[in-house]
């Protein structure tokens, strides 16, 4: 890579990383203390796979409402452009297992939904592209992947 540039993730090997993992991908501190952490929920392999959009945009209605029944520090679910993942942001959360529990109770309540929240016209801006069936198989294959989430990087990185 070249010069070191100001997004994160584009600092990021790619050819390296071993999804599915959860990284710490930033931290910023306001003025008055208060941290943001960046999480990096790789599901896919980049340049390899991708999640198809239906199924993306569900898991991140899914994601975003039942992840704050599981804390209050929640910021934002927002799918990456590639595809491959999402960023989870937390206020002030620098608990690393924490988040994996997160994470992993926040997919499981995915696989116990039985519609996907805010699919409509009036609180969605496509609510006609929709895959609950397609959220519930890419958290069914993320949680059978556990014990990965941890590994950010393959062997030969």
Known sequence: MSDKMNVESFNLDHTKVKAPYVRLADVK??????????????ICQPNKGHMD??????LE??????????????????PM????????????????NGMLELVEGTLNDVLEADEVP????????WAASHSLEGAK???RDLLAKRGEWHQVFGSEA
């Open 137 to 139: 198989d890419l958290a």
């Open 118 to 125: 805010a699919c409509n016209e009036e609180q969605c801006g």
């Open 29 to 42: 501190t306001g003025q008055h203390g208060d941290t943001i952490h960046k999480y990096d929920l790789r």
């Open 61 to 78: 209605h899914l994601m975003a409402e039942k992840s704050r029944n599981h804390s209050d520090l929640v910021l934002d679910v927002s």
């Open 53 to 58: 959009m239906p199924a993306l945009h569900s």
């Open 81 to 96: 452009g590639c595809q491959t993942g999402f960023y989870i942001a937390m206020l002030n959360h620098d608990d690393y």
